[in-house]
């Protein structure tokens, strides 16, 4: 071991600043592949760790229409609960600046009141983000979620003021009409802004937020505002294992009460995970790109850098070294820049933790900032060293078995290109011919460079460059583009029933000129094949104004019908098939289409059915379980936002709340990691200049002979760098010219990956023109990268350099 100790000294000593550079670069790329894995990580498993902090309830309880204490006392007892607290909804509109005054169409927003104390406390307890906890005797005292807090610029000792609805208010609310609040006018104190697990399940519902009252507050207002009665909000011992079991006792418990329902918050969860979906799978696809390029970049590098070391090697081997010996001492300096590199990678993984995770994923972690999150750390630092080695452990092994040619060189011998013999006959400059040479002549002896290993590692970061603009480009492309998400029409108005006579037909959007064609859509749910899918029955007498199909057709007829493709394939069904569609009666139905959205309230893409209006008639035996609005199309050449208008303020008919074109809940949270491509191309980038300037310091200081014969032949300083400029220029050129089409394919293969399991069919888009200046701009970094080289080569001193050979 002492010679393999020495051998791996001499080496370090020797080739310190290289390997220390090496370092510095493995260090960037595993850094940005562990910040990616861990906040994939963080983002997948954001909305558990949230429930568990705020100890979120796993079952809601509620009883239709009654408040019934002695039935509450029974849950609690049950042996599957862990804690219970009751929970009240108050019937409340803003009264902030600018809000609407009607309460159904004109706000979303939820009033949590504690009923008993315990919820707030010990169920659903919220995250502090400013403020301190409503006291419970207070009752103007209110907790506001950091959505409302944002939208009405409100902190701790604000003002909130609400208008609440009447109880005799409530026929009205449930009839489907817009009401006016006539009960009291509330002005409360914002005590504390908080977050809580159902904030982010309304938030992919698009509600507003928030509100938590207290205790005092349901003593005090219960019989002066409109409210529902209490709903047990439970806390169980072993979380949603025991959900089976609470349900069966909680229905027994209830045996004479048929109204009372289990509503388990795997249902809440589903909403919530659907939404981060595209996030976590944006940021895994982002660490597996990474760290694929920089495995192929960095080995390449590794790989030149042994090339290197074996200088001297024959003579260490005349002195007895074995191929063993020679291997280790080889593998030793790779395992230090490796163990370096990963330390380095694990520091910036933890600086960039606050930038993870995004979008909604954001907002459900409950431990934001900068954060050490060990595990991952440590499975990056040893994956780090065990593919480092693994990428160099075969050419080190054939190094250090490798033999010394009759002219000594290690390894084969220099292949002679012949383009720098048809540029020479072609007239080109000496300088242009030269730097040709040095590109894609090898060298022999002492004098080798690994020009193919550099050429393959500047390629492979081109490669992966070029698909993160692709991947970007398609991203920007789908989030501009409504249609290729589903809206194929320019607003949602309006709201009817099922059974309201012409209700599907207004004249206040027949006559109003700015509406090209509209159909009329009732929401509601079905059962196929056991699974309850929300469909949505298009009415097509004023127009067929149906989403976007990606495969096949919107249905015609009452037997025919859509899925949307999640749908479809957890449905197992395919076009052309027949499934068996249920409600109050059952119809088959023939599936002859695939779309891209159903519900434009929807969380996610791809789920639901669309069908017939008559078709949904015919199963449909209870009209109030839904509700139905219009898909509207303006008419061509009509102003957008005149438009808008016209559909919010009809001449004729009621107000209408309208709905403009934005991305479902899935587009959209893809939308927020939108920058990753941007942050993947430029880390690549930084790679592969890496990689050429570590082959041009490289091919100046081991060429230091052949650019002294050239200055004694008679070139001048600007000659010899204008020939290293001329080396960077063909390695950039030859990169290019494999990396584009090859990164081409890989980013739209990589878009095409992430989009179908979202459910859309949004083709991949090829920015040429971005492309196009990106090469530009790879020639001309090239020869920025290869000013300080051909600066060092152009100091060349020939008679020092011949005299050393």
Known sequence: MAAVWALARARLRRRW?????????????????????????????????????????????????????????????????????????????PAMAGEPREYWAGTRLIAQVSADGRLGRTVNRPLLLAGRQPHPARPHEVGISESLARRWRL??????????????????????????????????????????PDDLAAGVQVADGFVS??????????DRIANFPPAARVRLQRGQADVAAFTAEALRLASDNPEVSVIPRTDLNVLVEQATRAQTVALALFAALAAAAALVVVGQTLTRELLLATAGQETVRALGASHGQLFTAMMLPIGLVGAVGGLLGAGIAVLASPLTPMGLARRAEPSPGLTVHLAGLGIGILATLVLLGACVAVPAWRLARSRPD?????????????????????GLPPSSVAGLRLAFEQGRSHRAVPVRTSLVGVTAGIVAFT???????????????????????????????????????????????????FSAVYLTTVRVQGSEIEVAGFGTDSGRVFPTILEGREPSSPDEIAFGTRTLRQLGLRLGETVTVSAGRSLTMRVVGRSALVNTDAVGVGSGALLTLDGLRRLESDPGS?????????????????????????????????????????????????????????????????????????????????????KTLGFVRRQISAAVAWQATTVALVALAVGLPLGVALGRWSWSLLIDRIGLGAEPVTPWPVLLAAALATVLAANLVAAWPGRMAARTRPAVALRSE
Do not use: C
């Open 155 to 196: 902190g701790p000792g604000g003002t909130v003021r609400l208008r609440a609805l009447a109880p005799d208010q409530l026929p009205s609310l449930f009839a489907g009409k817009q009401v006016i609040p006539t009960g009291p006018t509330l002005a409360l104190t914002v005590a504390a802004v908080q977050r809580l």
């Open 467 to 517: 698909a993160a603009l692709s991947f970007g480009a398609s991203l920007d492309h789908l989030l501009g583009t409504p249609r290729l998400y589903g809206w194929n029409f320019d607003a949602v108005a309006g709201d009817w029933q099922l059974d309201d006579p012409g209700g599907d037909r207004p004249a206040w959007l027949a006559g109003n000129p700015h509406v090209g064609e």
């Open 17 to 93: 600043p290289a390997l220390l550079g090496l370092a510095l670069v493995v260090g960037l790329a595993s850094g940005a592949v562990m910040a990616a894995a861990i906040g994939a990580r963080r983002t997948d498993t954001a909305y558990a760790r949230l429930l568990e902090a705020t100890l979120a309830d796993d079952v809601e309880v509620e009883v239709g229409g009654l408040d019934d204490p002695g039935f509450y006392e029974g849950l609690r007892r049950l042996p599957q609960v862990a804690d219970l607290g009751l929970e009240s909804i108050a019937l409340l509109a």
């Open 406 to 426: 009759r002219d000594g060189a290690s390894g084969g011998a220099g292949i002679a290109s012949t383009l720098p013999d048809t540029a020479a006959r072609a």
């Open 626 to 710: 839904g509700y139905g609005v219009f898909y509207v199309r303006y008419a061509p050449g009509v102003d957008p936002e005149t438009a808008m208008e016209s559909l919010r303020r009809p001449a004729s008919g009621p107000s209408q709340v309208v709905v403009v074109p934005r991305p479902p809940s899935d587009v959209a949270n893809l939308g927020r990691v939108g920058g990753l491509p941007g942050v993947l191309a430029g880390l690549l980038a930084l790679l592969a200049a890496s990689t050429l300037a570590h082959l041009l310091v490289t091919s100046v200081r081991r060429r230091r002979r052949d650019l002294a014969v050239l």
């Open 213 to 222: 009252l207290t205790p005092a507050f349901y003593r005090s207002y219960r």
